[in-house]
């Protein structure tokens, strides 16, 4: 399970976690929405501990993030999956050693690196793909294969940064059945990072939006669809209108 | 005024600072062995031998024009020969190391930064420590080693192309014989000469690798902190060379 307990974080004079409080429970994928620039990616970062909180902390299975030593960040993020939004493929390497960094980390023998590598990729639907580079790929491709990078690890959790930003709607649907198939077919816990309503319908069991720095509402998608706070439906309708409704009753507009 | 003084010590205290964490981060991950050691080679090929053609085309002309301008010195009131003497030590002990540090430091530091900074902005170094890779480990100790090692032999061999090319020079445009060059250029030559000059390329390459990997990895966002980077990273390990190039006359002379 990971756990964020009141998290604070700014960057300069900005704070974008104020409070940020969530239980993320195992088996399930659990889609953090928000506005742009609102912390979500921030407040995704900080289980892997890129980032780490100015107040409060993480907890992952228990341990706290921010309290491990190098050799403990190691040992967590070999359970954890990252995609990150714009894929971050070592533009250097093929696809192919892209997708065995990971393992080849965890000191496996070659032929269990290749073949893991190989049936990742496959998973993902790019199988043929090994010996070309990132840049050969379109930008979907490209977060396919970071996909893949992160299940070869065959990690406990994947983290999922804004997995279908910037994609065309086809190929949106086809990242949120890759993240469904994904969960199915391995059984990790999923925690995505979106705006895109359609998409955390799509993939979430579970939805929490990050509102001015911490959580506004969390609950089921059937919850969320049928929420009455304001600024939950003013998010989810994507209503100008209801801007306002919301700008009256939280008391300003959201950051 | 008394404000920039103090915003400007500010930034060399911090930049001071920031060069400690990064070598106390190398120390500690020279053990990471698995990781390092790998990627070291396809460095040395990129940082040292694809630098050698530049710094011999350097070299090569320092060697010409030391050879011309010694002659033009000389006429008349010092022994032609003592050419051989003047592009010997001055190749060697100055020119060789710091014409080729100066260019170096464009060519590798900027790649350095340049590079490193891209690989920050497009998040390709955090994604290495989600794979729990230490950057430091796998992306400034090859470059860091490289350069240091791969320096002083690329000097080394500006310095072998810089004589050469004053002797062909003076044989040649000079009215000089072989045997009056050799003459002049063993006249004072001692074994330090060499070292002496070896031993600032590798602090070169020292400086020149570090800052150009702190540069890079300082970036946080955008193309345009990456060319500022960049720029820093030439200008920085420039002002360096001609720093450690005072320092080793200072200690070693």
């Not at chain 2, 430091?136 to 470059?143: A, F, G, K, N, Q």
């Not at chain 2, 020079?169 to 050799?182: H, I, K, Q, R």
Request: hydrophobic share 50%; charged share 20%; with cysteine.
């Amino acid at each position: 399970m990971i756990v964020f307990r009141d998290v604070h974080k700014a960057f300069g004079d900005k704070p974008v976690l104020q409070g940020f409080s969530l239980e993320i429970p195992d088996g399930a994928t659990t889609v953090i929405l928000g506005y742009s620039g609102g912390g979500k990616s921030v407040a995704l970062k900080h289980i892997v501990g890129l980032l780490t909180p100015d107040a409060g902390h993480v907890e992952v299975d228990g341990h706290v993030v921010d309290a491990l030593d190098r050799d403990g960040l190691t040992a967590l993020r070999a359970h954890i999956g990252f995609v990150f939004q714009f894929a971050a493929l070592l533009d250097s390497m093929t696809i192919s050693d892209n997708v065995k960094l990971g393992l080849r980390r965890q000191a496996l023998p070659d032929a269990e690196v290749t073949q893991r590598a190989d049936d990742a990729l496959a998973l993902v639907g790019l199988g043929g793909t090994q010996h070309r580079f990132p840049g050969e790929l379109s930008g979907g491709m490209r977060k396919r294969v970071g996909i893949a990078r992160a299940i070869a690890l065959r990690p406990k959790y994947i983290l999922y940064d804004e997995p279908t930003t910037g994609l065309d709607p086809v190929t949106a649907a086809v990242m949120d059945q890759l993240m469904i198939r994904t969960r199915e077919a391995l059984g990790v816990t999923g925690v995505v990072v979106t705006h895109d309503m359609r998409s955390a319908y799509a993939v979430g069991d579970r939805i929490a939006l990050l509102y001015r720095g911490a959580v506004r509402q969390v609950g089921t998608v059937d919850q969320i669809r049928q929420s009455h706070d304001a600024v939950v439906r003013q998010f989810i309708e994507g209503r100008p209108e209801a801007a306002a409704d919301a700008e009256r009753s939280v008391g300003s507009m959201p950051v | 005024m008394l404000r920039l003084l103090t915003a400007r010590l500010s930034t060399w205290y911090a930049g001071f600072g920031r060069l400690g964490h990064l070598l106390a981060d190398i120390a500690r991950g020279l053990k990471d062995l698995p990781t390092w050691p790998g990627l070291t080679a396809a460095q040395l090929r990129r940082i040292g031998v694809d630098s050698v053609p530049i710094a011999l085309f350097i070299a090569a002309f320092t060697g010409i024009v030391l050879a011309l301008q010694a002659s033009y010195t000389f006429t008349g009131a010092v022994p032609l020969y003592f050419v051989g003497t003047l592009v010997g030590k001055i190749v060697m002990l100055e020119l060789g190391p710091v014409l080729t540090g100066l260019a170096l430091a464009g060519r590798v530091g900027a790649n350095i930064a340049a590079e490193l900074g891209t690989m920050r902005v497009t998040e390709q170094v955090d994604a290495l420590e989600t794979l729990a890779y230490d950057p430091v480990s796998y992306l400034v100790i090859p470059r860091v080693l490289a350069a240091t090692v791969m320096f002083p032999v690329v000097v080394a061999l500006a310095m072998a192309v810089g004589v050469a090319s004053g002797f062909v020079t003076a044989v040649n445009l000079l009215d000089l014989s072989t045997v009056e060059f050799v003459r002049g250029l063993r006249l004072f030559y001692e074994f330090k000469d060499i070292w002496y000059g070896l031993v600032k390329a590798t602090s070169f390459g020292l400086a020149i690798s570090l800052i150009g990997c702190m540069k890079g990895l300082q970036v946080r966002r955008g193309a345009e902190e990456v060319g500022r980077a960049t720029t820093q990273a030439v200008v920085v390990g420039a002002q360096m060379i001609l720093v450690l190039d005072a320092f080793w006359a200072v200690v070693l002379l």
